[in-house]
């Protein structure tokens, strides 16, 4: 990992030459002067082409309006032709720092959309964006830039997509290197391999950290041209791929982001896509079958209603799916309480939804990685077509495009993924190699590329601050990654007695109060720079469940984004953000009698209901208890009872999946909080 993160950092000398060599949060005396005189929108290609700029085109683009065409000699990705409801200046840029006989040569699209200055109309002084409600500096800007991620393979061609320009920041945005006609256009990411045993190296970085990395200097670089003005803040906006390219950027880019949001941020890449083929090894290997729909929505539902209440309130929520222990056993046909056919399930359906809620571990039943959460949809990656970016991972793991054809139930199925095993002993006829072997070769040969879980010791240095926001049901990421790696951070940046392994030991048996001050002591030092928020009943970026009909509180009309502006610019760290969801429809709907609102807490904090009041309003809940200290309610499927939620959660070491020890250090976890003594590793 530190080559490649070195690498990712080392590439960047160069472009901070080019753009100028701003590395550090600009001074906002300085960048509240006039550095130079503003320049007309259709002058900025003159000044930006060159090096490795390899085309440059700007246009006064009319409000309501889509973008004209590019010239035709563009070989990137066209901008979207969204149209935004004011007029602006929209840049795109040709980056390429590979020779040009490379094999794979660089093309990253890099596409920026300016507020009008004042020479093009702006009018310095008015007040943009609410409620925040800033005064503009120069035109219609109001100093700040606002870069915005992408999703899936895919990068955002979309200037206004989080609506940066129309609030007056800089927005910008990449098709992460994907723009060549022939270089993945349908966004597959099937391009990562070449031919067997040949990675895409120069693809696979371009879109985690070049893309964005060069789509933030030069964002900074065309702003400064067009307004004769450096931005007073620069910020991060991403969900998704988005969010992952934002731990990417706080982890190589520090000093040029004051502030990131990235929520539920796919940021194990490579572990979590491999991941997603666990539940499918399993119905196949167990079930034999692709378990029909209604039967998976069922189960799910009843794992809802009969985990419902572990938190001490009936609303429809799992508040942490780690504490709900259901057994799919409840729903096989027949028994008390579970569904009538065709939605109850039979016994070895039942075993593989168990399996599947386990999730993936190796012979010794070590854990590889996360589950599919009870509560969660199995929508995405379980149905009849495994989900698309899955089986593309297997062939990544394993170099070899052959794992591209996915297959579909009933036939052809399996597709070439079928080839490999739950474990070693339980496997359908075929197989060659097991689940885990798959997970360590992806660890081994591409998840150092992929896998944003580098430290952030430069960002805090730098005086930034970041959030992310993840839903407990998040049925793409595997929300408990995003908890690893937060824990794993606080460890690192622990503080004072947060690092006293008798109060970790006190802890696991709550036997001295008075040693453990707070709630979130042991979060305490990771905090003061980088906050998460645990959404419970919330699927993906704020997705509802789809099966449940329902979607649990997420931050609406950028409560999110403006906490982090709020952190950067008046100190004011968050101590929760309001979210709203439905009570009966998987969407938000302003004003409908079904709506709930609830504070969002920094983890490991959570809502808690003060006893009395509307459970659907926010004024009812206050942000208190502690996550990490939740125990299973009822057997666990594996491990001994009783334990808290992160004892069940300890990985086996990485790129050591098939017969590796146990990781308590790499899970963030101290092995005495789970009565382990002695040196982890059993």
């Known amino acids: 990992m530190p080559g490649i993160k070195a690498v990712a950092r080392l590439s960047l000398i160069a472009a901070l030459a080019i753009t100028g060599g701003v590395a550090a949060l600009p001074n906002r005396a300085a960048a509240e002067r006039q550095a130079s005189l503003p320049t007309t929108c259709t002058q900025l290609p003159a000044k930006l082409l060159g090096g490795n700029i390899k085309y440059a085109n700007a246009q006064i683009v009319p409000a309501n309006t889509a973008p004209g065409p590019q010239f035709n000699n563009f070989t990137g990705t066209p901008a979207s032709s969204a149209k935004v409801p004011v007029t602006y200046c929209l840049v795109v840029l040709s980056y390429s720092s590979t020779p040009a006989n490379d094999p794979t040569p660089q093309n990253i699209t890099i596409y920026v959309g300016l507020p009008l200055n004042s020479i093009d109309g702006g009018a310095t002084g008015s007040t943009v964006d609410a ?112 969010g992952h390219q934002g731990y990417a950027l706080a982890q190589t880019l520090a000093g040029e982001l004051d502030g990131i949001l990235a929520n539920a941020p796919a940021m194990y890449w490579t572990r979590f896509q491999t991941a997603q083929m666990w539940g499918q090894i399993a119905m196949f290997d167990i079930a034999h079958e692709v378990i029909p729909a209604g039967k998976l929505a069922a189960v799910q539902n009843a794992a809802i209603a009969a985990c419902d209440k572990n938190d001490g309130v009936q609303d429809g929520i799992i508040n942490d799916p780690r ?66 970016l899955a089986p593309v991972q297997f062939g990544w793991d394993l170099e070899n495009p052959a794992y591209y054809n996915a297959g579909a139930f009933p036939a052809p199925y399996p597709g070439y993924w079928g080839n490999v095993a739950l474990n070693s002993t339980v496997s359908a006829p075929g197989t060659v190699t097991t689940y885990a072997a798959v997970a360590q070769a992806g660890s081994n040969n591409v998840a150092d590329l992929t896998d944003t879980f580098d430290d952030l010791d430069a960002f805090k240095a730098s005086g930034a601050k970041m959030i992310t926001v993840v839903g407990a049901n ?62 419970p009943g919330v699927s993906h970026c704020g997705l509802g469940i789809l099966n449940h009909q329902s979607l649990g509180p997420w931050p609406q009309s950028s409560a999110d984004f403006n906490a982090v502006i709020n952190w950067v610019e008046k100190g004011v760290a968050p101590s929760e953000v309001i979210g709203s969801g439905n009570t009966a429809a998987p969407a938000f709907i302003p004003g409908a009698a079904t709506t709930l609102t609830r504070p969002l807490c920094p983890y490991p904090q959570t809502a808690v209901y003060n006893g009395s009041g509307n459970i659907n309003d926010a004024a009812s809940w206050h942000c208190g208890g502690d996550l990490e200290k939740d125990t299973p309610v009822g057997p666990p499927l594996s491990g001994s009872p009783g334990q808290s939620v992160a004892c069940y959660d300890v990985l086996v070491k990485y790129k050591h999946e098939v017969n590796g020890p146990l990781d308590y250090e790499g899970s963030g976890v101290n092995p005495a909080i789970c009565h382990i003594a002695g040196p982890p590793g059993h």
């Open 131 to 242: 409620p925040l409600n800033f005064t503009t500096v120069e035109g219609n800007w109001n100093g700040r830039t606002e870069g915005e991620g992408g999703g899936g393979c895919t990068g955002n061609t979309n200037v206004n997509s989080a609506g940066a320009v129309a609030n007056g920041f800089v927005g910008s945005g990449t098709d992460g290197g994907h723009g060549n006609p022939t270089n993945d256009p349908g966004n597959t990411c099937q391009q990562g391999v070449l031919s067997l045993g040949h990675l895409n190296h120069q693809y696979i970085q371009d879109w985690v950290y070049n893309g964005p990395q060069q789509e933030i200097l030069w964002s900074k670089k065309v702003a400064k041209l067009y307004y004769g003005k450096v931005p007073l803040y620069n910020y991060w906006n991403g969900c998704s791929t988005g």
């Open 323 to 388: 504490t709900c222990t259901f057994n799919a056993k409840a729903n096989v046909c027949g028994q008390a309480g579970a569904p009538a056919a065709p939605n109850c399930l039979t016994s070895t359906e039942a075993d593989a939804v168990n399996v599947m809620w386990d999730g993936p571990r190796n012979d010794s039943g070590k854990r590889i990685w996360f589950p599919i959460d009870r509560g969660t949809d199995f929508t995405f990656w379980d149905g009849n077509v495994p989900f698309g």
């Open 474 to 535: 998040d049925g793409l990421i595997m929300p408990r990654g995003v908890i690893n790696y937060y824990r794993v951070m606080a460890a690192r940046y622990a503080e004072g007695s947060d690092h006293d392994p008798l109060i970790a030991a006190r802890f696991a048996d709550e036997s001295d109060h008075d040693l453990f001050h707070g709630p979130s002591d042991r979060f305490r030092g990771i905090q003061k720079f980088y906050r998460l928020f645990h959404a």
